[in-house]
């Protein structure tokens, strides 16, 4: 009814928010730079805006964080997609086993808040220093989150949902795909966001220091060679993907879902 | 013929340890085609009861006969419509009322075929790709009345549809429910806690008594159709509904505030 309106909106609301963050990249780079001048710190702790620019030219140039940035990210899909897979099995479990999902779910703070890299000597032993150690690593940070938003999700799906289900003759498997599993998306979808964002820190922990190849471990080379332009390129880029990612691709999603559902009060 | 007997139907309930007993023995024997309201206190057990008779909860002793044999699963010969409508926030309207015919395993087409029906019924026909959100509380009534009509119940179950409408609406959907009644010759069970609600709908309406709840009055209401929530002719059942209730609700706030 009001679509042509609130498309004008959309865009009008776009447009402002790319002058604002324009506004306060500038206002960064200058503060920035002001003090690069001031001379504080001396070059090799502090670069330049434009000595950061030139490491980005540098890597780029030889393609190398291109390179990167495709095992980086090759390794966090594998990863997240066992994490996913075995996370959502181990969750529906835990909804049809219920005192384990109980006894999971009571030390699920612990396994939530567990720091990724406090995996990473564990693997090293347990794995090996391969590129199977970095996968487990990932794996571990992430599917604890995957698991207690399954099962969290399908717990609060409102008994209403379920009632009127099973008025209308669903059962069995046909209940659970045509019910549980829309009924849990809004949430299941906010448990997959923040288990990407494990994944993400995990990757970049377990790169650092197990990796001889990809975003983790460019960052560290550059503080082994004292070159802290590379270093502030790849935090950069690291800042960048995890940005766009979610942006782009599982905050749109969920939009996608609650506008559908009618959860967004803004519309 | 009689179409759903419920035979001494006992439940109780576990409330903080104690177990309170919701009803006390109901009988209960609806014809085929009888449009029965269910009222009653709030809280005296009346949607429990309708619940067991959808399958949705277990009686402790009793049972419930459909067309002479005893039911205890939920099933779409018992279809029911809510309160809060239930529909399914992730589905079009026309899914929706689709949704029963789909879990049958009736083919796509036919399916369409029933669900245009319906829609048409209810006149929501326009609103066939909405989503329920998009919907007024009333249309999502008629959404969720089209949904459980589509799947051609042997009776009809109604919890409190319209205890959420404005006046307005209520009035509206009381007439039309009345005509598709008519048209339709379903059995149905109402259960409400507004009187004037299940004097303008049942053929018969059962008074419920507070907790443990048994029947406690049943009234006849032989008038013409449609009635209308304005007519002052209903004022006498009314009143005699009115004066059976009063005393259970006192029953039922002393229960509350002890």
Redesign the interface.
């Known amino acids: 009814m009001t679509g042509t309106t609130s498309k004008k909106g959309n865009l009008h609301n776009n447009l402002g928010d790319a002058a604002n963050i324009t506004l306060f990249l500038a206002i960064f780079i200058g503060i920035w730079q002001i003090v690069f001048m001031i001379g504080i710190w001396p070059t090799i702790s502090l670069p330049s805006p434009i000595m950061v620019a030139q490491s980005f030219v540098k890597l780029g140039s030889n393609y190398s964080i291109f390179y990167n940035i495709g095992i980086t990210l090759g390794r966090l899909v594998a990863a997240f997609s066992i994490s996913a897979f075995l996370g959502t099995i181990i969750g529906i479990a835990m909804i049809k086993f219920r005192s384990f999902g109980k006894a999971l779910n009571s030390i699920s703070a612990g396994l939530l808040s567990f720091p990724s890299i406090a995996w990473v000597p564990f693997s090293i032993l347990f794995i090996g220093f391969n590129e199977f150690g970095i996968l487990f690593v990932v794996i571990m940070s992430s599917i604890f989150s995957i698991m207690i938003s399954t099962y969290s999700s399908i717990r609060n799906i409102p008994p209403?949902?379920i009632?009127?289900?099973?008025?209308?003759?669903?059962?069995g498997f046909?209940?659970f795909r045509?019910?549980t599993i829309?009924?849990a998306?809004p949430s299941l979808i906010m448990g997959i966001r923040q288990a990407w964002s494990f994944a993400w820190h995990a990757i970049i922990g377990a790169e650092i220091l197990m990796s001889i190849v990809g975003l983790g471990h460019i960052l560290s080379v550059g503080r082994e060679f004292l070159d802290m332009g590379q270093v502030i390129a790849s935090m950069i880029t690291i800042f960048a993907i995890g940005l766009l990612v979610d942006r782009f691709l599982l905050h749109k999603l969920e939009e996608r879902v609650r506008k559908?559902?009618?959860?967004d009060p803004h519309q | 013929m009689t179409k759903l007997q419920a035979r001494n139907i006992v439940k109780q309930f576990d409330h903080n340890g104690n177990s309170v007993l919701a009803l006390d023995g109901i009988n209960l024997n609806v014809e085929e085609g009888d449009f029965v309201c269910i009222v009653g206190p709030s809280g005296c057990g009346k949607s429990t009861f309708l619940?067991i008779v959808?399958?949705?909860e277990t009686p402790d002793s009793g049972e419930i006969l459909l067309n002479g044999k005893p039911i205890s699963n939920?099933?779409?010969d018992?279809?029911?419509v809510?309160q809060?409508g239930?529909?399914?926030?992730?589905?079009k309207v026309v899914d929706n009322v689709e949704?029963?015919l789909?879990?049958?395993g009736i083919p796509k087409d036919e399916r369409s075929q029933i669900s245009q029906r319906y829609l048409d019924i209810m006149q929501l026909s326009k609103f066939a790709d909405s989503?329920?959100?998009?919907l007024s509380m009333g249309m999502k009534q008629r959404v969720a009345i089209a949904?459980a009509l589509a799947?051609d119940p042997e009776v009809l179950l109604m919890d409190e549809p319209f205890a959420a409408l404005d006046s307005q609406t209520r009035d509206l959907l009381l007439v039309e429910l009345q005509l598709i009644w008519e048209r339709t010759k379903k059995t149905i069970i109402f259960v409400t806690h507004n009187i004037s609600e299940s004097v303008i709908l049942g053929n018969r309406v059962i008074v419920f008594k507070n907790r443990p709840s048994k029947i406690k009055k049943e009234i006849i209401i032989d008038y013409r159709r449609p009635r209308l929530t304005e007519d002052e002719n209903l004022q006498k059942y009314y009143h005699e509904i009115l004066n059976e209730l009063k005393t259970e609700v006192k029953a039922r706030i002393k229960d509350e505030y002890q």
Do not use: C, D, I
């Not at chain 1, 559908?260 to 959860?263: D, E, F, P, R, S």
């Open positions: 209403l949902y009632n009127a289900a099973r008025n209308m003759g669903a059962k046909s209940s045509y019910v829309p009924a998306t559908k559902w009618g959860l | 619940n959808a399958g949705l939920p099933g779409p018992r279809t029911m809510f809060e239930a529909l399914f926030p992730w589905l949704f029963g789909k879990m049958a989503y329920t959100h998009q949904r799947m």
